[in-house]
């Protein structure tokens, strides 16, 4: 799939259940990714986000190859790409989140009532006050 270069938005499920893409590199200036853009688009294996995005929405990548493989077989905690947290399957009372996190896409840690203290990287962008869960101390490093 080939997106226009001049692209600002992907909206809200604007490839909801899409069954043919497989892979895809969102080009550089897009700067939302709307509330399940790409949700249940089951055969998407690969996808790039830019260093543009500044915001990601809830269940954008939901339903996706890419998210189920690494939910099912990474042995990492964090889903990162083009500065962008996209998903966590982590199980610490304290989370530090890696350098280059620029952006934590909406929902990220929305099931993990475990977390306790968060420590946030310099320059990440500003994130919404409900992303962690409530009583979550937030601490900048």
Same mark, same amino acid.
């Given at each position: 799939?080939? =997106?226009? @270069?001049?692209?600002? /938005? ?5 490839? !909801? $259940?899409? @069954?043919?893409?497989? &892979? ?6 897009? +700067? +939302?990714? %709307? ?6 688009? #089951? #055969? ?6 830019? $260093?543009?995005?500044?915001?990601? !929405?809830?269940? %954008? *990548?939901?339903?996706? %190859?890419?998210?189920?493989?690494? /939910? ?5 905690? *964090?889903?990162?790409?083009? !500065?962008?947290?996209?998903?966590? @399957?982590?199980?610490?009372? /304290?989370?530090?989140?890696? $350098?280059?996190?620029?952006?934590? %896409? #909406?929902?990220?840690? @929305? #099931? ?7 420590? =946030? ?7 919404? &006050? $409900?992303? *962690?869960?409530?009583?979550? /101390?937030?601490?900048?490093?």
């Amino acid at each position: 799939l080939t =997106l226009p @270069k001049d692209l600002k /938005e992907l909206g809200a499920e604007t490839f !909801g $259940d899409c @069954k043919k893409i497989t &892979s895809i590199t969102i080009p550089e200036g897009v +700067t +939302t990714i %709307a509330y399940a853009a790409f949700y249940h688009c #089951d #055969d998407l294996k690969n996808v790039v986000i830019p $260093d543009t995005v500044t915001s990601v !929405g809830a269940k %954008a *990548f939901t339903h996706t %190859a890419w998210l189920d493989d690494f /939910e099912q077989n990474s042995t990492e905690n *964090f889903l990162i790409s083009g !500065g962008v947290l996209v998903a966590y @399957k982590g199980d610490s009372a /304290e989370v530090t989140i890696p $350098d280059g996190v620029r952006v934590i %896409a #909406d929902e990220v840690f @929305k #099931d993990h009532t475990e977390i306790q203290k968060v420590y =946030l990287p310099a320059g990440i962008a500003a994130t919404s &006050s $409900d992303i *962690f869960p409530e009583g979550t /101390e937030i601490i900048n490093k």
